[in-house]
């Protein structure tokens, strides 16, 4: 089956920075868009970053110049370097895979990793 396991939350004060991780199997890595969510109490699940097969990316505009998505396909991995991390960045992180894998066309997700922003 598809897992996507993200790593690299935790508590941060303002001004600093995380790289957030996830590890994808089950899926056909290097032709899947891949892409990090957040979800913050009270509010809708938002996309931050995402990164298609080709390399593409594009941003929330809240993130642009602090964040960047990167992805490793001889690892199956892909990353969310965050800087100058604010106390709104505060959410629930989540990794996404859309595309093919073994068993066709997903759309799928991670368990999610908590970003804490906070003095």
């Known amino acids: 089956q598809v897992q996507l396991v993200e790593s690299g939350g935790g508590l941060v004060q303002p001004g600093g920075s995380l790289r957030l991780s996830c590890a994808a199997s089950?899926?056909?890595?290097?032709?899947?868009?891949m892409g990090w969510y957040r979800q913050a109490p009270g509010k809708q699940r938002e996309l931050v970053a995402r990164?298609?097969?080709?390399?593409?990316?594009n941003y929330a505009d809240s993130v642009k110049g602090r964040f960047t998505i990167s992805r490793d396909n001889a690892k199956n991995t892909v990353y969310l370097q965050m800087n100058s991390l604010k106390p709104e960045d505060t959410a629930v992180y989540y990794c996404?895979?859309?595309?093919?894998?073994?068993?066709?066309?997903?759309?799928?997700w991670g368990q999610g990793t908590q970003v804490t922003v906070s003095s």
């Open positions: 990164i298609t097969s080709g390399g593409s990316t």
């Open positions: 996404n895979a859309d595309g093919p894998t073994a068993w066709g066309w997903k759309d799928s």
């Open positions: 089950g899926v056909i890595f290097s032709f899947n868009a």
